[in-house]
């Protein structure tokens, strides 16, 4: 049985960083892409980050790039999300995902953004909230 916690999760003011941590259990981790979503209330979800099974590749949503840092360490089975700069409108649940995503490689990883890849994840976590306040 797959289960995925995140933690990390807290209210910051504007400027603030949090690093948010996914742990899986169940799963052959470096068999996985892994990836951080994003939702707000009332605002559909959105692809965050993924990187990919060796760790090697990584793509970003346009809002975070620069500020937010996706790393995953396949010895411990976690995932992590370093967001530094944060802004209000960071505010959001953050979800961590896994997918197998068989049809890619590493470069579609590199290349493509995060959404590209939206419908693949087999695999969620409960999600941890994060709030920034101005």
């Known amino acids: 049985q797959v289960q995925m916690v995140e933690s990390g999760g807290g209210l910051v003011q504007a400027g603030g960083s949090l690093r948010l941590s996914c742990t899986a259990s169940g799963l052959i981790f470096d068999d996985y892409v892994m990836a951080w979503f994003r939702q707000a209330p009332g605002k559909e979800r959105e692809g965050v980050s993924c990187?990919?099974?060796?760790?090697?590749?990584?793509s970003y949503a346009d809002a975070v790039k620069g500020r937010f840092t996706i790393s995953k360490d396949n010895t411990k089975n976690t995932l992590y999300l370093q967001m530094n700069s944060l802004k209000p409108k960071d505010t959001a649940m953050y979800y961590c995902?896994?997918?197998?995503?068989?049809?890619?490689?590493?470069?579609?990883?590199?290349?493509?953004?995060?959404?590209?890849?939206?419908?693949?994840?087999?695999?969620w976590g409960q999600g941890t909230q994060v709030t920034v306040s101005s």
């Open positions: 990187i990919s099974w060796s760790g090697f590749s990584t």
């Open positions: 995902a896994a997918g197998r995503l068989e049809r890619y490689n590493e470069y579609d990883i590199r290349h493509l953004p995060p959404t590209a890849f939206d419908h693949e994840y087999t695999y």
